[in-house]
């Protein structure tokens, strides 16, 4: 199985910044433009939350005496974006997954993970436990190779060589599927805990890009990767 982590090009963070912590909170309102003919307001007799423009696309919610609740509508440019406060205190994180040969990735998968100390720390015992049979493995590994080198020179009956190189073959090939089915593990156990923190998930469209919305303030970790999910890899 294939795996393989995308950079991030061009990340655009409305309140998270990666996988750091969003900011409790929003920023203090902006002050009324002097050449601000409509002032758009939090709320009835509230504080400027914006200015509306000639020509902006504005659409009435609701209505009460002498007030019009509007939403508006339009464009801002990644550039400019940092730090956006979303609706409800929640925030969306946005960038572009990048392949190794610098081309925007389609149909990667940002993960947006939870608990980002406690996965760290599970992550690091999954590793841990690993690495201590995969050491097992490769002594089993060096002292078959270690036998079929004195194989060559351990008997003066060449059939009886033959044959003792010919199990150690076998018995190298089991312990190699060993190893094989060894990592195929630490991919699944490594998947389940990132499911087991999983916030949210999104898919990079063709241009790479890809965006998660309705994220709660804290702190997060950013996974970005191609290829089924059950190849991510425990690091």
């Known amino acids: 199985m294939s795996h393989r982590f995308l950079a991030l090009a061009g990340v655009a963070a409305f309140g998270v910044c990666a996988a750091a912590a969003a900011e409790e909170g929003a920023p203090p309102p902006p002050q009324r433009p002097a050449e601000c003919a409509r002032m758009l307001l939090s709320g009835p007799d509230g504080a400027p939350v914006g200015c509306l423009e000639e020509g902006a696309q504005v659409r009435v919610q609701e209505r009460v005496p002498g007030w019009y609740r509007v939403q508006v509508e339009g464009w801002l440019r990644e550039s400019e974006a940092r730090n956006l406060p979303a609706a409800g205190g929640k925030s969306a994180l946005a960038g572009t997954a990048v392949g190794p040969a610098g081309q925007p990735a389609a149909g990667a998968l940002a993960r947006l993970l939870g608990r980002p100390e406690e996965l760290e720390r599970a992550l690091a015992e999954l590793r841990q436990r690993h690495e201590a049979e995969r050491q097992k493995i490769d002594q089993k590994l060096q002292d078959v190779d270690k036998a079929l080198s004195r194989a060559l020179f351990s008997s003066d009956n060449l059939t009886e060589a033959s044959l003792t190189r010919s199990r150690l073959r076998n ?19 490594a998947s389940a805990l990132f499911e087991r923190y999983q916030v949210l998930t999104a898919t990079s469209d063709a241009e790479g890009f890809f965006l998660l919305e309705g994220v709660d303030p804290g702190s997060y970790r950013l996974l970005v990767s191609s290829g089924p999910p059950g190849d991510a890899p425990a690091a």
């Open 171 to 189: 018995e190298r090939h089991d312990i190699e599927e060993q190893r094989a089915a060894l990592r195929r593990r630490g991919l699944d156990e």
